[in-house]
Every structure is written in structure tokens, then in C-alpha cells.
């Protein structure tokens, strides 16, 4: 990538905000500068050419117009840090107590991502540099993470700790989700032992079980949905068992309904004891009553 010029004109087109050192004036039609609560500094606004190039080139003023990650303001994260940084889009890069850069990135809401950084890894989140993206499609943020990111490679040789591939420690990936059991080999499959055994194994061997209408990716009716956001929400580890399928789970609904004398569905089971429907969940979940059951 080529070098940028940072030096501006007196109009300087741009799509971003700079956390900067300078002076404010009210008069700047669109493009602000923004200061921290503490320490109270004031920040000048930039004015706008208005008559700026056709949307297509647009693109290039984004990145001509980021502050380079060298210039750019150390802001120390704190436990009380909430309120402290913009919650727009843009670009961020965390530093350790020692100063030295772990990663880069990019985001829609920076002070939710710095302060989840915070809490996750308060022994490498300790100061942060940001800048706002103006209008912020993903070419505009990707093209601004490449470019602090870049001017820290050339500096030290290096790629942030964060940044490196096949790293989790700062981008969770989401976990593949279970796949839902199922009873028996197919429907045209001789059993030989009946259903309601295989329901009481299932349940007694596992220790949260839930007969749901749908699978756990796609529930097929509102309160399975809910079933199954309550027990991710919870990070409960639980089998699921899709009561719609007739191809591998046939006759079930009607032979659980006997066996746990519950005529609807979704039923939830822990260590092999029905603890009811959504309702029940639900009415648990928002009393604080699942973590005891859980855990």
C-alpha cells in the first residue's frame, strides 16, 4: 500500500473522526474532532468540501483521511471506562500495561468492543486507540484496519499477537452447534427394544435433555425457540431431540406424552426428571432459578 499523505488542506474531505488534540470550533459543518471525558479536552471540528468528488472516489478520502496509528491518542481503559468512548463504528487498537500493541480491529459500536475486551482480558486490554468511520460500509472499515495495521508491520516487522492467524484470543469464533439426536436408525428399522426404553436411557444418561418441535438450529414453533434460547443463553450443555422428525424419531410424540404424562411439547428433562414446557423454563429463567438447576 502506498504511503498517505496526512498533511490536509484547508478542506479537508473526510468520513472520520480522530480522537486529536485540538481546539474547538462550532462553526465546521460535518467532520468533528471528539475529546474524553477525562481529561476534559476540547477538539477542533475540520470543515467539509461539500463539492467532493463523485461517491465512487469516496472511498480514497476515507483512508487519506485516517490519522496514523503512530499520531494517533493513547486512552487508558479502566473498569469505570462505560460513557468514555464513542459508540459509532470505526477502527481500535488495544495496547498491554507494557505498551505493546496486542490487536487490531475493527467494529460497529467501539465502546461496547473495548469494554468487552476490558472484561475478558483486563491483563492485555489496558489503553486503546480508536477512530470513528463516517458512513461505515465494510470496505471503508476494512480498508482503515489495513492501514493501521500495516503501518505497524512496517514499524516493527511484526503482526499484533491479536492479529495472527488461527488466533481466538480476541475474535471468538462461535462454537458448531450439537446435532440433534435421534432415537432410532429410520423409520422402516425392526426396534428391538421399545421406544420408551430408549427415552429413558436418553434422559437418564444425559443430564439436560430437550424434546423440541424443530431442530435446536431451526425450532419450528415459538416456544422451542425460546426453549432453546434460554439454555444457550444459560450455556447449558444439553442433547436435543427433534419430536417433528418421522423418518428417525416415529411415534415419539405420542409414546413421550405417555412417558412423562405431558401432553405439549417442547418437554425439558434434567438428570432424567421432567421439569416441564416453556413455561415452566421460561418462568425459572427470569425468577434466576436455572443456575441451581444447571449447574
Sequence with gaps: MAALNL?????????????????????????????????????????LNHRSPAKHRRFGLVVSALKKLSETESVTVSSDSDGKFPSDAGVYAIYDSSG?????????NLASS?????????????SVKVAVVEDPDKTA??????????????????????????????????PRKKSDLRLTPGRHVQLTVPLDDLIDRLVKENKVVAFIKGSRSAPMCGFSQRVVSILETQGVDYESVDVLDEEYNNGLRETL???????????????????????????????????????
Design 141 to 174: 472499515l476494512t480498508e482503515a484496519w489495513k492501514t493501521w495495521l500495516q503501518e505497524h508491520i512496517s514499524a516493527t516487522g511484526k503482526v499484533p499477537p491479536g492479529n495472527e492467524s488461527g488466533n481466538s484470543t480476541w475474535v471468538k469464533r462461535a
Design 100 to 108: 505493546d500493541l496486542q490487536f487490531v480491529g475493527i467494529t460497529r
Design 7 to 47: 498533511s490536509s488542506p484547508t478542506h479537508t474531505p473526510s468520513s472520520l473522526r480522530v480522537l486529536s488534540n485540538f481546539s474547538h470550533s462550532r462553526n465546521a459543518p460535518a467532520l468533528s474532532f471528539y475529546s474524553l471525558p477525562n481529561p476534559v479536552v476540547h477538539f477542533r471540528s475540520t470543515s
Design 257 to 295: 406424552k405417555r412417558y412423562s404424562n405431558w401432553p405439549t411439547f417442547p418437554q425439558i428433562f434434567v438428570n432424567g426428571e421432567l421439569v416441564g414446557g416453556c413455561d415452566i423454563l421460561t418462568s425459572m429463567y427470569e425468577k434466576g432459578e436455572l443456575a441451581d438447576l444447571f449447574k
Design 114 to 126: 473495548v469494554i468487552a475486551h476490558k472484561n475478558s482480558l483486563p491483563e492485555l486490554c489496558c
